[in-house]
């Protein structure tokens, strides 16, 4: 069996569920990341240490192949993408080409190309990093929405309903250094929004699952929670939301591997907002199990190893997570209620994922979440009812920060 590269950083969620689907095919592994692991001098080719990010990053993974031949070359988040495509490209391996990722990863890059082959959008403008609102005056229609473009998560993203609003988001994003020196505006897409699951494989896009997202997300911030699927909407919706992703696909180039699209729908028909190169972000790809129960990551390793999974579906039962979202800026000191949530019928699994002690932040300056509830069950409604009766039940304790000498409180 061919080995496969994984890169991951140290703040992914995502290592563990792809080393126990790797476990569970039989996949020889390697778990590239940025920090020596505790056990690699035990196994020297099961771990691999590089920055992702770093300009060596490439002939790192290069030398890496010349001694242990990779059949593939996958990433687990957003941070690792650009350079799994490089060096698949380099190797003569399928993955998403490198141009490709660049534009499903940079928001302006995305907003030309889907112009340029005439996707719908919205309209869009360009600004420079601490641009003054007024100077923008002629350039912006309300409501629009300010996003960094190169941050996912909505990490940055905020709504702004007048000039006012719009200086309020600009000075924001000019405190966040990570958020580049560019800023995205682009017009407020109103309706429903969804998020598609997908597999691309010599371009043509397969819909693994079709996530309902019944929080409205409507601003100042976009906080993303809930997602159920099967989605409840009708079936001629459903189905054009797959062809306008198709050709979000297309118009990008992006050929073989993962995608995660998100999209609005109303009346006037179907609004790309993003597309990433890239499969579901944190712990949520728990609840896609597939025939056999498979795991995502077990059909994401067969596919990018070459192998035909076009046959294996989703299992039938409706499933969801809810993303907790951050209560309040602050010192998380614990979470009470969690094995009552546990126990709500349809309820799999609560999961906390910060540790006491940790500093909450909320969106948009940050995008972590408190946790993970997991729901299953014969109906989308009703996997939709247990994760709200389970994130009812639990309740959180965060004090807040005491502010450093010289700090402003």
Same mark, same amino acid.
């Given at each position: 069996?061919?080995?496969?590269?994984?890169?991951?950083?140290?703040?992914?969620?995502?290592?563990?569920?792809?080393?126990?689907?790797?476990?569970?095919?039989?996949?020889?592994?390697?778990?590239?990341?940025?920090?020596?692991?505790?056990?690699?001098?035990?196994?020297?080719?099961?771990?691999?240490?590089?920055?992702?990010?770093?300009?060596?990053?490439?002939?790192?993974?290069?030398?890496?192949?010349?001694?242990?031949?990779?059949?593939?070359?996958?990433?687990?988040?957003?941070?690792?993408?650009?350079?799994?495509?490089?060096?698949?490209?380099?190797?003569?391996?399928?993955?998403?080409?490198?141009?490709?990722?660049?534009?499903?990863?940079?928001?302006?890059?995305?907003?030309?190309?889907?112009?340029?082959?005439?996707?719908?959008?919205?309209? %869009?403008? =360009?600004?420079?990093?601490?641009?003054?609102?007024?100077?923008?005056?002629?350039?912006?229609? %309300?409501?629009?929405?300010?996003?960094?473009?190169?941050?996912?998560?909505?990490?940055?993203?905020?709504?702004?309903?007048?000039?006012?609003?719009?200086?309020?988001?600009?000075?924001?994003?000019?405190?966040?250094?990570?958020?580049?020196?560019? +800023?995205?505006?682009?017009?407020?897409?109103?309706?429903?929004?969804?998020?598609?699951?997908?597999?691309?494989?010599?371009?043509?896009?397969?819909?693994?699952?079709? %996530?309902?997202?019944?929080?409205?997300?409507?601003?100042?911030?976009?906080?993303?929670?809930?997602?159920?699927?099967?989605?409840?909407?009708?079936?001629? +919706?459903?189905?054009?939301?797959?062809?306008?992703?198709?050709?979000?696909?297309?118009?990008?180039?992006?050929?073989?591997?993962?995608?995660?699209?998100?999209?609005? =729908?109303?009346?006037?028909?179907?609004?790309?907002?993003?597309?990433?190169?890239?499969?579901?972000?944190?712990?949520?790809?728990?609840?896609?199990?597939?025939?056999?129960?498979?795991?995502?990551?077990?059909?994401?390793?067969?596919?990018?190893?070459?192998?035909?999974?076009?046959?294996?579906?989703?299992?039938?039962?409706?499933?969801?997570?809810?993303?907790?979202?951050?209560?309040?800026?602050?010192?998380?000191?614990?979470?009470?209620?969690?094995?009552?949530?546990?126990?709500?019928?349809?309820?799999?699994?609560?999961?906390?994922?910060?540790?006491?002690?940790?500093?909450?932040?909320?969106?948009?300056?940050?995008?972590?979440?408190?946790?993970?509830?997991?729901?299953?069950?014969?109906?989308?409604?009703?996997?939709?009812?247990?994760?709200?009766?389970?994130?009812?039940?639990?309740?959180?304790?965060?004090?807040?920060?005491?502010?450093?000498?010289?700090?402003?409180?």
């Amino acid at each position: 069996m061919p080995r496969v590269l994984l890169i991951v950083t140290t703040r992914s969620y995502r290592a563990g569920a792809f080393v126990d689907a790797a476990r569970a095919l039989g996949v020889p592994l390697t778990v590239a990341s940025e920090r020596s692991q505790a056990l690699a001098a035990f196994q020297p080719d099961g771990h691999l240490v590089l920055d992702p990010g770093a300009p060596a990053a490439l002939d790192t993974v290069l030398r890496f192949a010349a001694a242990h031949p990779l059949g593939a070359v996958i990433a687990a988040d957003d941070d690792g993408v650009a350079l799994a495509a490089r060096a698949c490209q380099r190797l003569q391996l399928p993955h998403h080409p490198p141009d490709a990722v660049r534009a499903a990863r940079v928001k302006i890059a995305m907003r030309e190309r889907f112009a340029a082959v005439g996707v719908p959008g919205p309209w %869009f403008t =360009v600004a420079r990093r601490g641009e003054d609102a007024a100077a923008l005056r002629g350039r912006v229609r %309300f409501p629009c929405v300010v996003k960094p473009p190169d941050l996912s998560a909505s990490r940055g993203v905020m709504r702004a309903n007048d000039g006012a609003e719009l200086s309020v988001a600009l000075e924001r994003l000019a405190r966040m250094p990570e958020a580049g020196n560019r +800023v995205l505006i682009e017009g407020y897409v109103p309706g429903v929004e969804v998020a598609l699951e997908g597999l691309v494989t010599a371009g043509r896009l397969r819909t693994l699952a079709l %996530f309902d997202k019944p929080d409205p997300l409507e601003g100042p911030t976009f906080e993303e929670t809930i997602y159920v699927t099967p989605s409840r909407l009708p079936e001629p +919706v459903r189905d054009a939301i797959a062809r306008r992703a198709q050709e979000m696909v297309t118009s990008l180039g992006l050929s073989h591997g993962p995608v995660h699209a998100e999209l609005r =729908v109303n009346d006037e028909g179907q609004w790309p907002i993003e597309i990433a190169p890239r499969s579901i972000g944190g712990w949520c790809s728990r609840v896609l199990r597939f025939a056999g129960g498979a795991s995502l990551e077990m059909l994401l390793l067969r596919h990018a190893l070459g192998e035909d999974v076009s046959a294996i579906a989703r299992e039938p039962d409706a499933a969801g997570v809810m993303m907790i979202p951050v209560p309040a800026a602050g010192v998380f000191e614990g979470v009470g209620g969690v094995e009552r949530a546990r126990a709500v019928a349809g309820v799999e699994d609560v999961r906390i994922a910060v540790a006491p002690g940790e500093t909450l932040v909320p969106l948009p300056e940050s995008s972590r979440y408190v946790g993970f509830i997991f729901a299953r069950a014969p109906g989308a409604d009703a996997v939709e009812a247990a994760l709200r009766a389970a994130h009812g039940l639990l309740t959180f304790d965060v004090r807040p920060a005491v502010p450093s000498r010289g700090e402003t409180p």
